[in-house]
């Protein structure tokens, strides 16, 4: 059975920071691509972030450029979500996700229960 679990969520003023880890088991971590998730309130869930199983290659949400950033451990089957300069909109519930594949367009199907940040003004 494939888990699933988010860390390192809290309460951070503007401007500070905050690195969210992610650990899964069940799997073979380094076979599958990993990314983040957020869900704001009244709001669809939205792609954060996505590397692929060997960390050569990220993606990123436009409005998270040059802010966060994606990395990951395969040794200790960890992925990480370094979040920098955040914002008041940076506010949402985090969600860790392991692809089906290698590739970040493999599809995610294998979901935590999310970890809360916000980012008061």
């Known amino acids: 059975q494939v888990q699933v679990m988010e860390s390192g969520g809290g309460l951070v003023q503007a401007g500070g920071s905050l690195r969210l880890s992610c650990t899964a088991s069940?799997?073979?971590?380094?076979?599958?691509?990993m990314g983040w998730f957020r869900q704001a309130p009244g709001k669809e869930r939205e792609g954060v972030s996505c590397?692929?199983?060997?960390?050569?290659?990220?993606y990123y949400l436009d409005s998270v450029k040059g802010r966060f950033t994606i990395s990951r451990n395969n040794a200790k089957n960890t992925l990480y979500l370094q979040m920098n300069s955040l914002k008041p909109e940076d506010t949402a519930i985090y969600y860790c996700?392991?692809?089906?594949?290698?590739?970040?367009?493999?599809?995610?199907?294998?979901w935590g229960q999310g970890t809360q940040v916000t980012v008061s003004s």
């Open positions: 590397i692929n199983r060997s960390g050569d290659t990220t």
């Open positions: 069940g799997l073979t971590f380094d076979d599958h691509a």
């Open positions: 996700t392991a692809a089906y594949g290698h590739s970040c367009d493999s599809g995610f199907g294998y």
